[in-house]
Nanobody, 124 residues
């Protein structure tokens, strides 16, 4: 059974930083492309970042503008999202997602497995 467990969310002031973690189990993590998405109340799920399993190449959503960095540690079966210069509009539930043996994409429909999400709240 595949499990993705996010952690690291919380309340932070605008301009601050958070690092999200997603621990994966039940899948071949080293052969899984990983993504981060977010969803704010009343809005559609939005792509934030993804990292390719084979090349380690990364993709970022347009809103990121150099503020977020995705990384992975295959030895720990964990993917991270370092978020800096946070803004109030970054407030959302952040979800980790995985797709095995395929490259990273920006479309949430391409991912097969999802975590339960972690709340990020940025106060202005």
């Amino acid at each position: 059974q595949v499990q993705l467990v996010e952690s690291g969310g919380g309340l932070v002031q605008a301009g601050g930083s958070l690092r999200l973690s997603c621990a994966a189990s039940g899948l071949t993590f080293s052969r899984s492309s990983m993504g981060w998405f977010r969803q704010a109340p009343g809005k559609e799920r939005e792509f934030a970042a993804a990292i390719n399993w084979r090349s380690g190449s990364t993709l970022y959503g347009d809103f990121v503008k150099g503020r977020f960095t995705i990384s992975r540690d295959n030895a720990k079966n964990t993917v991270y999202l370092q978020m800096n210069s946070l803004k109030a509009e970054d407030t959302a539930v952040y979800y980790c997602a995985a797709r095995t043996l395929y490259g990273a994409t920006t479309g949430h429909y391409d991912y097969d497995y999802w975590g339960q999400g972690t709340q990020v709240t940025v106060s202005s």
